[in-house]
């Protein structure tokens, strides 16, 4: 098993930055995926990034030059800087963790932008 913590979310306002933090912990593989996903008030959730073991992104268009995935594996953290943040990234935010075939998810945090 492996649990997934994240930290870091909060109100902030249009045009401000946050850095959502996720911990992984347990029976933790070298090799994975780990990214992060949101979901909008009353809408399905979608992806935002991710990042791979052997350090290759992705990032959702929505988001592409705002925000950045990165990693430490040396801690089993994976990071989501949000910059120039819009009313409509408001969300609760997943940390997720791909390795052996399964599917890892975290509680979620709540990132709110509004003036």
């Known amino acids: 098993q492996v649990q997934l913590v994240e930290s870091g979310g909060g109100l902030v306002q249009p045009g401000g930055s946050l850095r959502l933090s996720c911990a992984a912990s347990?029976?933790?593989?070298?090799?994975?995926?780990m990214g992060w996903y949101r979901q909008p008030p009353g809408k399905q959730r979608e992806l935002v990034a991710t990042?791979?073991?052997?350090?290759?992104?992705n990032v959702a268009d929505s988001v592409k030059g705002r925000f950045t995935i990165s990693s430490d594996n040396a801690k089993n953290m994976v990071y989501l800087q949000m910059n120039s943040l819009k009313p409509e990234d408001t969300a609760v935010y997943y940390c997720?963790?791909?390795?052996?075939?399964?599917?890892?998810w975290g509680q979620g945090t709540q990132v709110t932008v509004s003036s």
């Open positions: 990042i791979s073991s052997g350090g290759s992104t």
């Open positions: 997720n963790r791909v390795q052996g075939l399964r599917y890892y």
């Open positions: 347990g029976s933790i593989f070298n090799i994975y995926v």
